[in-house]
């Protein structure tokens, strides 16, 4: 597991391979993480926005943005934590994530990023 905090707000992942799969006769690597998000600030403050770079050492990182997460846009007061899973393809059997959470202090509504800390995405060999 990684973490980092940023302004009071703990970032943590967990990753997980999931096997293979084939897509458009395509062979992937398929990598699930799991995210908590606690905020430990004294501030109310809500996810609007998330940003992420996937690095795929046999492709270019590709830029995934937009609004929440998993179509969430969770409002976490103080000592409150949300738990979100997601997943990725990649088409080689390393890479790596990271990127931020836009968030919204919800009493002055000042908008500033969370830091995602970077994680590998490794298939189980390559990771001992």
């Keep these: 597991m990684v973490e980092q905090i940023t302004k009071g ?3 943590s992942v967990k990753t997980k391979y ?7 006769n395509r062979l992937y690597y398929v990598f699930a993480y799991f995210v908590t998000i606690e905020n430990n600030s004294s501030q ?4 609007t926005d998330r940003f992420w770079k996937i690095f795929d050492s046999l492709n270019q990182t590709e830029i995934v943005e937009g609004e929440g997460v998993v179509g969430q846009t969770p409002i976490l007061k103080p000592k409150e934590n949300y738990s979100y899973s997601s997943g990725c393809f990649l088409e080689s059997n ?3 994530m990271t990127g931020f959470y836009t968030m919204k202090n919800m009493n002055t509504f000042e908008k500033f990023n969370v830091h995602i800390p970077s994680f590998q995405l490794a298939i189980p060999i390559l990771s001992n």
Excluded: C, D, Q, W
Aim: cysteine-free; hydrophobic content about 35%; aromatic content about 6%.
């Design 18 to 24: 999931n096997g293979t799969s084939y897509r458009n």
């Design 94 to 96: 390393i890479g790596a």
């Design 9 to 11: 707000i703990k970032i």
């Design 44 to 47: 109310t403050v809500k996810l």
